[in-house]
């Protein structure tokens, strides 16, 4: 009986492992308590529950969540927090990123795209080395 039930079922739910995960939870729903959707026919409650699937009196979705909020153990709920951190003295901050301490500083860094382009030209060789891989100079062959 419970082949050809889950074979009815296969076309419900396309994957068989989560088919029987969902069969699973719901007998043992039905085992704790829970309503049956169809006639129980001196069905044991996995049977039931492949049952209950192929007719679709039991929605594959609706199992789903049950099955995915029986396995949570803790629900995270964001939550405001009733009072916000105080603040620190002005005297007692650190220095934040991109606020640089402006009495300290003698001098903003500000460069141009020029001056950019011309400090990368500086760094870069002119000429490549004689021996192309930029190495010590002396011949390999000795």
Do not use: W, Y
Request: proline content about 6%; aromatic content about 0%.
């Amino acid at each position: 009986m419970a082949r050809v039930t889950v074979e009815d079922c296969v076309d419900k739910v396309q994957n068989r492992f989560e088919l029987v995960l969902l069969a699973a939870h719901r007998a043992r729903t039905i085992a704790g308590g829970g309503a049956v959707t169809i006639d129980p026919d001196d069905d044991k409650n996995p049977v039931i529950a492949l049952r209950e699937i192929a007719e679709r009196t039991v929605s594959a979705e609706d199992m789903r969540e049950s099955l995915i909020h029986s396995i949570q153990k803790n629900v995270e709920v964001d939550e405001p927090e009733a009072v916000a951190a105080p603040l620190l003295p002005p005297d007692r901050r650190g220095p934040s990123l991109g606020r640089d301490d402006r009495a300290s500083d003698t001098q903003v860094d500000v460069m141009t795209e020029e001056q950019l382009l011309r400090g990368l030209e500086a760094l870069t060789p002119s000429e490549p080395s004689a021996n192309g891989a930029g190495g010590s100079g002396r011949e390999r062959g000795r």
